[in-house]
């Protein structure tokens, strides 16, 4: 009868194993025993390996500087030692083995080691694809914003050159220019303000996130100094701004004014005619941060739409109607995105729109 402490029992389990690759080595190193997962992982069978030293398993580089020596002194002054990286098994094939090594003692006497391997090449490569993605991605969103600040900046100066010489020209030949020339320099002069307006909004756009400072924002105190902001024009809208117990966060203040500010602003903008806007800001704590959210009874925007406003120079309604380039509700996606957060709407046309985001403020 076996007993589940039974030595022959153990062994047997241990040989079964086959997704750890457990040995047991003498005093020096040398292989005695070997498991299924040690073939699976490593490729060899037991009589290629037993009575081998399983310094074998390790790449040229680790063998110069000693590698298995010293996991095994280390094991011996601490009772264990661990360590991961590249492994090399049969027919020279690598793989990223996570090891532990243990020292065994008898009455005081190392008799030998037991050592444990994992493989761990799946999750090496995937950890190492994701690093890799996210440096590309990085590298290109510099290379992306540094585009946008170099094109905006070096589109500015022939635009301001294009309004300067109409105005010059206006002022120099008024006597000589006929309703209808005045009329076409006035639309190129329009037309070169608008670019300039959305030039200076891609130059904003790629001005976020650039010099980050993390600090406490008292929201009430936010809302209370962009109503002092917006003051004329929540006066002549006749406007309501409505928030009480908002939570002072963890974040980007300059970015997060810029975010609450374009939501109120556009909620006075999109107003429905012969109604006074109201503008209710509020928020309740989530897990890892809070979620807030813009309330208006403006003109609302459309199911069809609602992806789109957040693109940038997207626009749902003429500058005649109303003014703008098309860029407030980008930089909001983005300021939230900063915050590891997302936006959405929910919106009736002619009812107003709700507009949600969560800041992520915890971490």
């Known amino acids: 009868m076996h007993t589940a402490a039974d030595p022959t029992r153990l062994i047997r389990m241990i040989e079964?194993?086959?997704?750890?690759?457990?040995?047991?080595?003498?005093?020096?190193?040398?292989?005695?025993?070997?498991?299924?997962?040690?073939?699976?992982?490593?490729?060899?069978?037991?009589?290629?390996?037993?009575?081998?030293?399983?310094?074998?398993?390790?790449?040229?580089?680790?063998?110069?500087?000693?590698?298995?020596?010293?996991?095994?002194?280390?094991?011996?002054?601490?009772?264990?030692?661990?360590?991961?990286?590249?492994?090399?098994?049969?027919?020279?094939i690598r793989f990223w083995g996570s090891i532990s090594i243990k020292a065994i003692y008898d009455e005081g006497e190392l008799i030998g080691f037991s050592k444990i391997t994992r493989d761990l090449t799946d999750k090496f490569n995937i950890e190492n694809a994701v690093s890799k993605y996210a440096r590309e991605l990085e590298l290109r969103n510099k290379e992306l914003e540094h585009f946008a600040y170099v094109a905006s900046h070096d589109l500015q100066e022939p635009l301001l050159t294009v309004t300067s010489f109409i105005e010059l020209l206006k002022e120099e030949y008024a006597e000589r220019l006929d309703e209808n020339a005045e009329m076409y320099l006035n639309f190129i002069k329009q037309s070169s303000e608008r670019m300039r307006s959305m030039i200076k909004g891609l130059l904003d756009y790629s001005r976020l996130g650039r010099k980050l400072e993390i600090a406490e924002v008292d929201c009430n105190v936010l809302m209370k100094e962009i109503k002092e902001d917006l003051f004329i024009n929540i006066k002549l809208g006749h406007a309501t701004i409505i928030y009480e117990n908002l939570p002072v966060v963890k974040g980007y203040a300059i970015e997060l004014r810029q975010l609450f500010q374009n939501l109120i602003s556009n909620a006075l903008k999109f107003r429905n005619e012969g109604t006074d806007p109201v503008v209710v800001i509020s928020a309740f704590k989530i897990k890892g941060g809070w979620k807030f959210s813009v309330k208006d009874n403006g003109i609302g925007i459309e199911e069809r739409f609602r992806d789109k406003i957040f693109s940038i120079f997207q626009r749902l309604h003429s500058r005649m109607d109303y003014e703008g380039n098309g860029i407030g509700l980008a930089h909001c996606k983005k300021i939230v995105e900063l915050h590891g957060g997302e936006i959405s709407l929910e919106s009736l046309p002619g009812v107003g729109s709700t507009f949600y985001f969560n800041l992520n403020t915890d971490s």
């Open 16 to 92: 079964e194993i086959d997704d750890y690759a457990i040995l047991f080595l003498d005093r020096d190193g040398t292989i005695e025993s070997w498991n299924k997962g040690a073939q699976e992982i490593k490729g060899y069978r037991a009589d290629e390996v037993i009575g081998q030293n399983f310094s074998i398993f390790y790449t040229p580089e680790d063998l110069l500087g000693r590698k298995p020596e010293k996991l095994m002194d280390t094991a011996m002054k601490l009772g264990k030692a661990s360590d991961e990286g590249w492994r090399v098994g049969k027919d020279g």
